[in-house]
């Protein structure tokens, strides 16, 4: 049985029928659910929980912005993917631009994928542990690492799609339900998101530099490569799917805006101001059952729960298939590809490496959950400058994309703002990678 995640056979000029009633977009939706929720993790929760403990309200506006920000750079990505004159992927367009960019992302795919599911992988344990209240992290991530290989290897991408909508729900229940039940202040959130107020520095970085460097990585992570997969997988295919795509998309960072929000007004409203120090997960879980009880303790962890499984299931389908693709253009030069990066054997494998190696971090004496995560974190962002200037160049010249379609003045703007904010945070991540390696090098 074949094993690619796949909606319908399409060929270069079908697809799906264009949604016509407003019902039917909203039933249409569903690459721009996979990403968002791929992207948001546990790291987010901890982040936005820290930021709100420590600065209160006061940077919210870095979130919106940032997403914001997204929308627009990974919108003209889906641009190329959509409407280039090329008829080809995004990474066949960074080979055209230069072919080491082929068995670059390769590699880049099968190491990261590593390390996001190190730190995904003992999330999921973690969360599952404070549950359920038995077990150890390394059986229950065990159990949902098989739970996810049967999801990745369904055939059918209509299923993924259920299971993350279905996780969707869960996060709206137990993120929201936790700002509404810690009692969010509507003005502080106001001021908060349109003020654009840069507090006195509390930590070892300055405020003006989280924003910069938040903005940076969030604009151009390595996951934003994901989502031309997954509309590939939906079947849309050509110019005609372009204003359904920003649709779908801009819904579902919509959905993440108030998801993190969320998370932020927990932080804000319990910490703010009280002198609790913060520094892990289970930090934010014990203050949460001090103040909200053990129902409020229960929420918070099936919200880490959903957040970490669907970014783990949808980073090992979106990184299999950037592995696998970049492979197949490798090995063909500019010629076509010779098979389907869906179904080639090195998809699969790179699933398989994705969900199964990084179990061994959730042994005991292994980086905690919150160290795994701020190391992975840090990685990435030297990544950034590489993945931003190329989509910038394909994007913005009509030998790739096409007369048509190329950039428009203020398009270039934004691409090259989240190019030369991650030259600036570049900077800041090596240095917190090699403090965060010394610690853990000391410590042990």
């Known amino acids: 049985m074949s094993h690619e995640l796949k909606e319908v056979d399409v060929g270069p000029q079908l697809g799906p029928p264009l949604p016509s009633t407003f019902r039917q977009y909203l039933r249409s939706m569903g690459p721009g659910i996979i990403v968002v929720l791929t992207w948001l993790g546990a ?20 979130i919106a912005v940032a997403l914001i920000m997204r929308y627009l750079f990974v919108s003209l990505i ?58 150890a992290t390394w059986q229950w991530a065990t159990l949902w690492c098989l739970v996810a290989l049967a999801i990745v290897f369904w055939p059918v991408y209509g299923y993924l799609e259920i299971v993350f909508k279905v996780m969707l729900a869960l996060l709206a229940v137990s993120l929201i339900g936790l700002a509404a039940w810690v009692g969010p202040s509507p003005s502080g959130i106001l001021e908060g998101v349109f003020e654009f107020k840069l507090p006195e520095q509390k930590g070892e970085f300055d405020s003006l530099l989280i924003a910069i460097g938040m903005l940076g990585a969030i604009g151009g992570s390595l996951m934003n490569l994901a989502y031309p997969y997954f509309l590939d997988q939906k079947g849309w295919k050509g110019p005609r799917y372009r204003r359904l795509q920003m649709y779908d998309f801009l819904l579902a960072v919509i959905v993440m805006i108030v998801l993190d929000l969320a998370i932020w007004t927990v932080g804000a409203e319990l910490i703010f101001g009280t002198g609790a120090h913060i520094e892990t997960l289970e930090d934010l879980s014990t203050l949460l059952s001090k103040v909200l009880g053990s129902g409020g303790r229960l929420l918070f962890h099936l919200g880490v729960f959903a957040a970490v499984f669907t970014s783990l299931v949808g980073h090992a389908v979106g990184l299999g298939m950037i592995a696998s693709h970049g492979y197949l253009r490798w090995q063909a030069g500019s010629g076509p590809l010779q098979g389907d990066y869906r179904t080639h054997p090195l998809y699969r494998a790179v699933v398989v490496w994705i969900l199964v190696s990084p179990l061994v971090w959730t042994m005991p004496g292994m980086p905690n959950f ?75």
């Open 370 to 444: 919150v160290q795994l995560t701020l190391i992975t974190n840090s990685l990435q962002v030297v990544l950034i400058p590489i993945l931003a200037g190329g989509l910038w160049m394909i994007t913005a010249r009509q030998r790739f994309i096409g007369e048509k379609y190329r950039n428009r003045w203020w398009e270039n703007g934004i691409m090259g703002l989240v190019f030369f904010l991650a030259l600036f945070a570049t900077v800041g991540s090596v240095k917190s990678v090699f403090e965060a390696v010394q610690s853990l090098l000391e410590r042990a």
């Open 78 to 135: 889906a641009k190329y993917q959509l409407c280039n004159q090329h008829g080809e992927g995004v990474l066949d367009g960074l080979a055209r631009l230069h072919p080491w960019y082929a068995p670059f992302l390769m590699v880049v795919a099968i190491v990261m994928g590593h390390i996001y599911g190190a730190y995904m992988s003992v999330g999921i344990g973690e969360s599952c542990v404070a549950i359920a209240g038995f077990g």
């Open 43 to 62: 790291g987010d929760i901890v982040e936005c929980g820290i930021s709100g403990g420590n600065y209160g309200y006061a940077l919210m506006w870095i």
